[in-house]
């Protein structure tokens, strides 16, 4: 029999007036800042119904009944629409509402059921997303049977148009209670009845497990009875959720006490989505958190091969339960009254709670989580070992644990470089340290520093490996590139004389722009690495502008002096012409055309970089060094001949001297370059694995 048709029953209608408490009820749900849905009063009220309904029944029935608009939604290309949700009734055949009851309920913040986990807050997230609450139950008090029904207040009283009435008793009366839930305030809820029964498993799955033969047959249906789904068929060993082996209990100590928790494990097979762990407080999800943010391995989705050799998706979702959850949950129930990270106000933190729970889930999974485990370390070595052999010193330290599921090649290199900076850190720390205790004058612990000292060497050291692999790597990359600029484009053409001039040293440019580890002169000779002043292109005296491609004045013996402008200091200047050029008109002869140079910045003709003093430069003394980078052609081999230079023995070039200039010159073709730098760097990329 329906509740509200038990009407007929009634032997007399009697208004009772009631005390009633005064509080800003608008107020309390504006302030409400959780992080709820519309689907969150709908949990609360089968929650309460639950509660009502209790643990030692075994025919207990709770209903929720979707109630939609007349209006169908526009959906393109779809033949059967669904209306919006306006309206939910939660009934059940619980205790229902007996005078006890609705005076706690009349109590803000009452502690009327306290023990089983309730804050007296709950009925105000109806408010919050429903604009008219009301209720209509049946009680049995006194040896009769009783209904009662009011609406919520919204101003400052929780009950309102409060009506009691006595009902005669028969065969069919039961107690219940009908809760309704109108005019929904914002159109989120899904409309679909699947998608939100689904919804209401997940977050009610505690209360299923736990009550196990006893929890109520819950049905959502549409208020037409087009459609019904029981939510308890999701669950069993042949349905959409599974447990995963028994309950697992842990302890975790914490600052102050040890406490006991319960996790239970579920496999999800409708679902997908990110795994997880949910924190629970007394039979309700509160926070709920991605596994693989603990194990990574669990970013993956997950899935199981069928006995047909399908592929079957899930997800992992577990359930935590403990005395400290439920003492420790917020009022509006979406969060912990203790700190997410580890912190000195709470006995435990989330993330302790979190983590502990992880690696209970991984033993379950553990075939599927080292296969993944090990996937993930051999993309990590397999980057350092073809992409990043700088870090092959560093491998050790990674933690491997912690580094996602399909991290990118950027944030792994990021991952090495702090790991590199961290121990050159703590070696300049411990290096300061170790300074103070050889200062204090303790010869009896020479032996005890020693061998501190060469600990906090050997992590410097390794450092220093990963630096100078970088560059040689950086090398190799060059030598490439370098490479293929000499050969064609498509079309035939070759690359610009300009491109392989930028490569080794950017045009117009000077060192004062340019940084160390930005140009590549060591292509050319590695004492150009050794160098006060390099000009490219750039005009080095406002007197002349017919420059060389590269001007380069050496320190004096290869080493800085502080920038000192001495007579001995050698002078190389460098000439670059288009890769594959054959035709050379003989005033356009680079070795003439590099002497002339020479001869200008021999001649005093040129002011050092801060124009204090001129170039000092004595033609009998400062030596001159000329290279020239072109294809060994024809008209190249007769300018040499002409020159007196001698060709070398790969036939890639040639050499000489020029007594007028004192000016030592090299012609090199392009592979002589490429295959010189290849030979001097040859070591290093064979201890790196590049060869």
Same mark, same amino acid.
């Given at each position: 029999m329906g509740l509200i048709s038990l009407s007929l029953h009634y032997i007399y209608y009697l208004l009772v007036p009631v005390k009633m408490s005064k509080i800003n009820i608008d107020r309390i749900v504006k302030d409400i800042k959780s992080k709820t849905t519309s689907l969150t009063p709908v949990i609360e009220a089968v929650c309460n119904s639950i509660d009502a309904i209790g643990s030692e029944r075994t025919d207990g029935i709770i209903d929720i009944i979707v109630k939609r608009s007349g209006q169908q939604s526009l959906e393109l290309d779809t033949t059967h629409t669904l209306s919006d949700i306006i309206s939910i009734d939660v009934i059940d055949n619980g205790i229902g509402f007996t005078e006890e009851n609705k005076n706690s309920f009349d109590t803000y913040r009452s502690g009327f059921k306290m023990s089983k986990g309730g804050k007296g807050f709950g009925r105000f997230m109806y408010l919050k997303y429903f604009y008219h609450v009301s209720i209509e139950s049946i009680f049995y008090e006194e040896g009769k049977y009783k209904q009662r029904s009011f609406t919520f207040g919204h101003a400052d009283e929780i009950i309102e148009n409060e009506q009691i009435v006595d009902i005669e008793s028969d065969s069919d009366l039961h107690t219940g209670t009908v809760l309704h839930l109108s005019s929904i305030k914002s159109f989120d809820l899904d409309k679909g009845l699947e998608v939100i029964a689904r919804k209401l498993v997940e977050r009610l799955l505690v209360f299923f497990v736990t009550g196990g033969e006893y929890t109520p047959k819950i049905t959502i249906k549409e208020e037409n009875g087009s459609n019904s789904i029981v939510l308890n068929n999701y669950i069993?060993?042949?349905?959409?959720?599974?447990?995963?082996?028994? /309950?697992?209990?842990?302890?975790?100590? =914490?600052? #102050? $006490?040890e406490w006991d928790f319960v996790v239970k494990i579920y496999k999800i097979y409708y679902s997908a989505i990110t795994n997880k762990i949910c924190l629970t407080a007394n039979f309700r999800e509160v926070t709920e958190s991605a596994l693989h943010n603990y194990v990574p391995e669990f970013k993956e989705t997950m899935f199981e091969i069928t006995e047909h050799g399908t592929q079957k998706n899930y997800m992992i979702k577990a359930y935590v339960q403990g005395k400290y959850l439920d003492e420790n949950?917020?009022? /509006?129930?979406?969060?912990?009254?203790? =700190?997410? #990270? $580890?912190?000195?106000?709470?006995?435990?933190?989330?993330?302790?709670?979190?983590?502990?729970?992880?690696?209970i889930i991984k033993t379950y999974f553990s075939e599927d989580i080292e296969k993944r485990y090990n996937d993930k370390k051999q993309k990590v070595e397999h980057y350092v070992y073809t992409t990043a052999p700088w870090n092959k010193t560093l491998l050790k330290d990674v933690d491997m644990e912690s580094i996602p599921i399909g991290v990118s090649e950027f944030d792994l290199e990021m991952r090495f470089q702090k790991i590199k900076f961290d121990k050159e850190q703590n070696a300049r720390i411990a290096l300061k340290e170790l300074q103070d205790k050889y200062s204090s004058g303790d010869e009896s612990c020479d032996s005890a520093l020693e061998d501190e000292a060469n600990k906090i060497l050997k992590n410097v050291t390794e450092t220093a490996k990963n630096d100078l692999a970088h560059y040689v790597c950086q090398r190799r990359r060059i030598i490439e590139l370098f490479d293929d600029l000499r050969k064609r484009i498509d079309g035939g053409k070759s690359h610009k004389e300009s491109e392989m001039h930028n490569l080794i040293f950017p045009m117009i440019k000077d060192d004062r722009e340019i940084g160390y580890e930005d140009h590549n002169l060591w292509l050319l000779d590695e004492r150009f690495n050794f160098t006060q002043y390099i000009a490219s292109d750039k005009v080095i005296s406002s007197s002349?502008?017919?420059?060389?491609?590269?001007?380069?004045?050496?320190?004096?013996?290869?080493?800085?002096r502080n920038g000192d402008n001495a007579i001995t200091s050698p002078i190389a200047i460098v000439e670059f012409k288009r890769p594959k050029r054959t035709s050379y008109p003989d005033e356009e002869n680079p070795i003439n055309q590099a002497l002339r140079y020479a001869g200008k910045i021999l001649a005093g003709k040129y002011e050092m970089p801060k124009g204090v003093e001129e170039v000092i430069v004595d033609k009998s003394v400062t030596p001159v060094y000329i290279y020239i980078v072109c294809d060994i052609v024809p008209k190249i081999e007769e300018f040499a001949d002409l020159a007196g230079l001698a060709i070398s023995p790969d036939k890639q070039g040639y050499f000489g001297y020029n007594p007028k200039y004192n000016a030592y010159i090299e012609i090199k073709s392009f592979k002589k370059v490429i295959d010189d730098a290849k030979m001097r760097n040859q070591i290093f990329f064979k201890k790196l694995g590049l060869l």
């Amino acid at each position: 029999m329906g509740l509200i048709s038990l009407s007929l029953h009634y032997i007399y209608y009697l208004l009772v007036p009631v005390k009633m408490s005064k509080i800003n009820i608008d107020r309390i749900v504006k302030d409400i800042k959780s992080k709820t849905t519309s689907l969150t009063p709908v949990i609360e009220a089968v929650c309460n119904s639950i509660d009502a309904i209790g643990s030692e029944r075994t025919d207990g029935i709770i209903d929720i009944i979707v109630k939609r608009s007349g209006q169908q939604s526009l959906e393109l290309d779809t033949t059967h629409t669904l209306s919006d949700i306006i309206s939910i009734d939660v009934i059940d055949n619980g205790i229902g509402f007996t005078e006890e009851n609705k005076n706690s309920f009349d109590t803000y913040r009452s502690g009327f059921k306290m023990s089983k986990g309730g804050k007296g807050f709950g009925r105000f997230m109806y408010l919050k997303y429903f604009y008219h609450v009301s209720i209509e139950s049946i009680f049995y008090e006194e040896g009769k049977y009783k209904q009662r029904s009011f609406t919520f207040g919204h101003a400052d009283e929780i009950i309102e148009n409060e009506q009691i009435v006595d009902i005669e008793s028969d065969s069919d009366l039961h107690t219940g209670t009908v809760l309704h839930l109108s005019s929904i305030k914002s159109f989120d809820l899904d409309k679909g009845l699947e998608v939100i029964a689904r919804k209401l498993v997940e977050r009610l799955l505690v209360f299923f497990v736990t009550g196990g033969e006893y929890t109520p047959k819950i049905t959502i249906k549409e208020e037409n009875g087009s459609n019904s789904i029981v939510l308890n068929n999701y669950i069993g060993d042949n349905s959409d959720i599974q447990q995963i082996g028994k /309950e697992e209990e842990f302890t975790i100590k =914490g600052r #102050e $006490d040890e406490w006991d928790f319960v996790v239970k494990i579920y496999k999800i097979y409708y679902s997908a989505i990110t795994n997880k762990i949910c924190l629970t407080a007394n039979f309700r999800e509160v926070t709920e958190s991605a596994l693989h943010n603990y194990v990574p391995e669990f970013k993956e989705t997950m899935f199981e091969i069928t006995e047909h050799g399908t592929q079957k998706n899930y997800m992992i979702k577990a359930y935590v339960q403990g005395k400290y959850l439920d003492e420790n949950v917020t009022t /509006e129930r979406d969060g912990f009254n203790f =700190g997410k #990270e $580890d912190d000195i106000y709470s006995d435990l933190s989330e993330k302790q709670i979190m983590k502990t729970t992880s690696l209970i889930i991984k033993t379950y999974f553990s075939e599927d989580i080292e296969k993944r485990y090990n996937d993930k370390k051999q993309k990590v070595e397999h980057y350092v070992y073809t992409t990043a052999p700088w870090n092959k010193t560093l491998l050790k330290d990674v933690d491997m644990e912690s580094i996602p599921i399909g991290v990118s090649e950027f944030d792994l290199e990021m991952r090495f470089q702090k790991i590199k900076f961290d121990k050159e850190q703590n070696a300049r720390i411990a290096l300061k340290e170790l300074q103070d205790k050889y200062s204090s004058g303790d010869e009896s612990c020479d032996s005890a520093l020693e061998d501190e000292a060469n600990k906090i060497l050997k992590n410097v050291t390794e450092t220093a490996k990963n630096d100078l692999a970088h560059y040689v790597c950086q090398r190799r990359r060059i030598i490439e590139l370098f490479d293929d600029l000499r050969k064609r484009i498509d079309g035939g053409k070759s690359h610009k004389e300009s491109e392989m001039h930028n490569l080794i040293f950017p045009m117009i440019k000077d060192d004062r722009e340019i940084g160390y580890e930005d140009h590549n002169l060591w292509l050319l000779d590695e004492r150009f690495n050794f160098t006060q002043y390099i000009a490219s292109d750039k005009v080095i005296s406002s007197s002349d502008h017919k420059e060389p491609d590269l001007a380069i004045f050496y320190e004096s013996g290869l080493f800085y002096r502080n920038g000192d402008n001495a007579i001995t200091s050698p002078i190389a200047i460098v000439e670059f012409k288009r890769p594959k050029r054959t035709s050379y008109p003989d005033e356009e002869n680079p070795i003439n055309q590099a002497l002339r140079y020479a001869g200008k910045i021999l001649a005093g003709k040129y002011e050092m970089p801060k124009g204090v003093e001129e170039v000092i430069v004595d033609k009998s003394v400062t030596p001159v060094y000329i290279y020239i980078v072109c294809d060994i052609v024809p008209k190249i081999e007769e300018f040499a001949d002409l020159a007196g230079l001698a060709i070398s023995p790969d036939k890639q070039g040639y050499f000489g001297y020029n007594p007028k200039y004192n000016a030592y010159i090299e012609i090199k073709s392009f592979k002589k370059v490429i295959d010189d730098a290849k030979m001097r760097n040859q070591i290093f990329f064979k201890k790196l694995g590049l060869l």
